[in-house]
Structure formats: C-alpha cells, structure tokens
C-alpha cells in the first residue's frame, strides 16, 4: 500500500470536529511521555507543558493530542509512565471532563487504538491529592485521524500523527518497535542515533514532509501532522503543517488555530531584567488564515 494510500485509508475513522469563527484548538504532538528515567526526553520540559495547558485551559482551547502522547516502544509499562506524570494526567482529565481533549494515536504509541487497551489504563489514575483512584479519560477513544470541518465549507483541516508517510512506521511498526526497545534504545545512550527514526534522521526527515505535502495539495486540504518534530508553516503552494515536538532541548511547539487562521508557537524558559525567570509563548513564522487557501 502506499503512501497516499495509507494516508487517505487512516482518515476514514476520522473523529470530525467543528471548525468555526469560535474555535479554539491547540494541537500538541509527540510528547513521547516516558518512565522517568534518562531516556525520558519529556521529563526536563513537563513545566512548560503544564504551564501551556494552564493557559489554554483558561482561555477555553481544546487541547488535541496528535500522535505518540506516550513512549510505549522504549517503554513496555503505561503504569510507570502514569506515576511519573501525575501532573499531566491530571490536565488532560481536567480537560477531558470538560469534553476539550482528543487524541490521536501514533507510531510510538500505536497500542491505544486498541479498546482494551485505553479502558485498562485511561479510565482511572490514582490522585496524590484524594488519595485514592480518580477518573482519568473513561472511555476515551484515541483516533487514527481527526477532521476539522469548516462550517463555512471552504476548508478543511486534516489531523493525523503523519507516520503513515513510512511504511516501517506504519504497516510493520511492530518490527520497529522492537528494533527501538532492544537495539537503538541502549545504542542512544553512547550517542548512536536511531537510523531509522525521521525526527532523528534529516533525510528521512525532508522525504516525509516531502511526502505528506503532496498528499495535502493533491487532496486540495490543509494537512497537520507531527512525527518529525520540526515545526513547520504552510503555504498556498505546500498546504501542510507540522506541530514539532514537546522534546526540543530549547522548549516544546505546538499550533494555535482560533478565528480560522493558523498558528505556531514556541513555549520556552526567558529571563527579565532581574534575573527571574518565566516561561514564555512565542510566535513562530507568519499566522496563516484558514481562508487564504481558498482558489
């Protein structure tokens, strides 16, 4: 099967949600949430994260999660990373209560599309300040793909986690899943980076985002991903988006879309003049109206 294919097959379950002068997304993706312990790249940016959520939260976003939430290839157990997460979890429960919190599954964590698998792990957590079990995402489904549909019917938006670009990270993700646990995971901490990962690999990197922008413009819609973690703004000619990561060493990215445009931003560590240091959102590249793509 082919790209295109596959790309086009994933949004067939797609989960379709409103798009309107209203709406209020902001659009995460590989947070690759892990156990706590060295190879956990989320773990030194889990404040920033928080302190973003807060302020969407606030300001009444939905929060869409695009794709490997979790690092469930290095890591077999979902119970450590929920101890060691506490704090995010009890965000996204937060949200998800207030019916403003979807996700969507990626190669990383590929197991969540599995119903049983989101009712043993997602329903409930324990809560440090009840002490006792709380309700997580209790029957939460996590999707291949969302659409946001465009109520004007000019645009749509197409959501997916974007590893569908290659086909060791879709159709066979199980062999590179346990290529990543027992061989590239324990290579990494001497400094040998995983050949065949495209957020690691510039080629595969370019190739993909190659792959997926042709997808966009050949199905005339703009197209969101993640998997690369490079953050990226469309164009008229390229209509495809990327998120970036929430494991930049220099802070997380992410996209805003509210009153129909589109935007990237940087949340990272700044200083004031007396040396106090605050957590900061930046604008990254121009902001891009959803109705600038109109023929």
């Known amino acids: 099967m082919s790209c295109d294919k596959r790309l086009s097959?994933?949004?067939?379950?797609?989960?379709?949600?409103?798009?309107?002068?209203?709406?209020?997304?902001?659009?995460?993706?590989?947070?690759?949430?892990?156990n706590g312990r060295?190879?956990?790249?989320?773990?030194?940016?889990?404040?920033?994260?928080?302190?973003?959520?807060?302020?969407?939260n606030q300001n009444r976003f939905t929060y869409l999660e695009l794709g490997d939430g979790d690092e469930l290839w290095e890591n077999r157990s979902m119970k450590q990373i929920k101890e060691v997460h506490k704090h995010s979890l009890e965000m996204l429960a937060e949200l998800y209560q207030k019916n403003r919190f979807y996700a969507i599954y990626g190669n990383h964590d590929m197991v969540k599309k599995e119903e049983s698998f989101?009712?043993?792990?997602?329903?409930?957590?324990?809560?440090d300040k009840f002490l006792c079990n709380y309700p997580l995402c209790p029957g939460i489904?996590?999707?291949?793909?969302?659409?946001?549909?465009?109520?004007?019917g000019r645009k749509d938006i197409y959501l997916t986690h974007g590893h569908q670009a290659s086909i060791m990270n879709s159709t066979f993700?199980?062999?590179?899943?346990?290529?990543?646990?027992?061989?590239?995971?324990?290579?990494?901490?001497i400094g040998v980076p995983d050949p065949t990962s495209a957020a690691k690999n510039n080629t595969k990197k370019e190739a993909t985002e190659k792959l997926l922008s042709a997808w966009a413009k050949k199905m005339g819609v703009i197209l969101i991903t993640g998997?690369?973690?490079r953050p990226m703004t469309g164009s008229k000619q390229s209509p495809y988006f990327n998120t970036g990561s929430c494991i930049h060493p220099s802070g997380i990215t992410g996209i805003e879309i509210e009153r129909r445009c589109i935007t990237v931003v940087k949340w990272y560590l700044e200083t004031r003049r007396d040396q106090s240091v605050y957590v900061k959102r930046e604008v990254l590249g121009e902001t891009v109206c959803i109705d600038d793509y109109m023929d």
């Not at 489904?141 to 004007?152: G, Q, V």
């Not at 993700?173 to 901490?189: D, S």
């Open 9 to 34: 097959k994933s949004f067939e379950g797609a989960m379709i949600l409103p798009l309107n002068w209203y709406s209020k997304y902001i659009l995460f993706s590989d947070c690759h949430r892990g």
């Open 38 to 56: 060295a190879n956990d790249n989320f773990l030194k940016n889990e404040f920033l994260y928080l302190a973003a959520l807060r302020y969407y």
């Open 118 to 127: 989101s009712k043993k792990y997602f329903d409930a957590y324990y809560c």
């Open 141 to 152: 489904c996590f999707y291949p793909s969302i659409i946001l549909k465009d109520s004007l």
């Open 173 to 189: 993700w199980k062999v590179n899943r346990f290529l990543v646990r027992y061989l590239w995971k324990n290579l990494e901490l």
């Open 227 to 229: 998997h690369t973690h």
